[in-house]
């Protein structure tokens, strides 16, 4: 019986290795880590700087144990459609620039945050859009038609959201693939402009709704792009309704494209705190990604913090919550921006990265234990009893086994 059992045992742990071996591969990290991602800052309003220096304000107030400040990434969009120009004549898209004096206000707070070694920009992209798709969808769309008539500056927010993706046609649906000549020619503009803006090349990308392909990711690497931001996977197209398309690649943090040059990263913690996200909660989910041996890249949008003031303070209040509450729980909590974790896992800096076989071990048995079929036959075989007495055993060995958790 005995033996029987130990067989049953090695089989359930052969099928879980099998199943789940890039659970084990995936980067481990070896404290908390924590950035703020904040997406779809770029051309807008003047009012708009406000409340990017009281973002920044906000986050430099808070400070890890190495006393440094909240990271707060910017999603950098790089340019919008000039409507002043566009009525009348959409057939021939005009854009304005982020590096028009009429964003100066925008531009400035962006490098004051950065001088501070609070904002670290992204690449979100040249528009949130494919200006091609949005001119002939203008065409038979009215919303797109009024939007490309806005007064002032308009808000991508506000565009249907299958015309925010920016590389895939999405002018009819289901969308069709960009020409491979038009996406490096769109890749060469926009890490030029992120450039000229900002006096640096981009080295970390944020693609806009989470869509784009291998063509894309040669392009950026050709560019010195040396990291993408992903939702753990890579959407390639949108479906007849708009909506995306299944996955096309399953990723994990850490993950290289085929030629190595470029490095995943994972984002799925998500705090709108204008949509009444709570700090708790988020904070719960930090944590979790910690005992996961996972980063908490927190994502929340420009539309926090920008035209109502009474939204603002409010958004401004809840992330400071969170902020208090990450640091209070979690003692050890660094402030990590993307390009420099990405940076520790080519290194497999040891400050940073889980090195150690037995850490890397018991990590990756939390993780198994989130997969609901190892669960359940982890249960059924009574394999749970060894495998919970090997990650025990584990977790003693690297004194894994608190969870770094203030009560």
Aim: proline letters at 6%; hydrophobic letters at 45%.
């Amino acid at each position: 019986m005995t033996g029987t059992m130990i067989a049953v045992w090695l089989t359930v742990v052969a099928y879980a290795w099998l199943r789940h071996a890039d659970l084990w591969r995936e980067t481990v990290l070896r404290r908390p880590v924590v950035a703020l991602e904040s997406d779809d800052w770029g051309p807008g309003p003047t009012e708009d700087a406000d409340g990017l220096r009281e973002l920044a304000a906000c986050a430099e107030a808070h400070r890890d144990e190495a006393h440094r400040p909240a990271a707060v990434t910017l999603g950098v969009v790089l340019a919008v459609a000039d409507t002043s120009v566009q009525v009348g004549d959409r057939e021939c898209y005009r854009r304005l620039t982020l590096g028009s004096e009429r964003f100066s206000g925008i531009r400035g707070a962006m490098l004051d945050g950065m001088q501070k070694g609070v904002f670290f920009l992204q690449l979100h992209g040249a528009e949130h859009c494919w200006p091609p798709a949005l001119v002939v969808a203008a065409n038979s769309d009215d919303s797109v038609r009024l939007w490309l008539s806005t007064q002032g500056v308009p808000r991508t927010e506000s565009l249907p959201p299958f015309l925010q993706s920016r590389w895939t046609d999405s002018s009819t649906l289901p969308s069709k693939p960009l020409p491979d000549a038009a996406i490096s020619a769109a890749v060469d503009d926009e890490v030029n402009v992120f450039a000229s803006v900002f006096g640096v090349n981009p080295n970390v990308v944020v693609p806009p709704t989470f869509v784009w392909d291998e063509r894309v990711e040669r392009a950026w690497a050709r560019r010195g792009i040396r990291v993408v931001i992903t939702p753990g996977c890579r959407f390639e197209a949108r479906d007849a309704s708009g909506n995306l398309q299944s996955p096309t690649k399953l990723i994990r943090n850490g993950d290289r494209t085929a030629d190595s040059q470029i490095v995943y990263l994972v984002r799925d913690v998500y705090f709108e705190p204008s949509l009444g996200h709570r700090a708790e909660n988020v904070l719960g989910q930090i944590m979790h990604r910690f005992r996961l041996g996972r980063p908490a890249f927190v994502e929340m949008h420009r539309f926090n913090f920008i035209d109502d003031v009474k939204r603002l303070r409010s958004s401004l209040a809840e992330l400071n919550r969170l902020l208090e509450l990450a640091l209070h729980a979690l003692p050890d909590l660094r402030f990590v921006a993307p390009a420099e974790l990405a940076e520790s896992i080519v290194r497999q800096d040891p400050h940073l990265i889980e090195t150690r076989l037995m850490g890397r071990l018991a990590v990756w048995l939390r993780r198994l234990w989130e997969e609901r079929r190892i669960r359940w036959l982890a249960i059924v075989t009574a394999a749970v009893v060894p495998v919970g007495l090997l990650w025990l055993a584990a977790s003693l060995a690297t004194g894994k086994l608190s969870t770094g958790v203030k009560a």
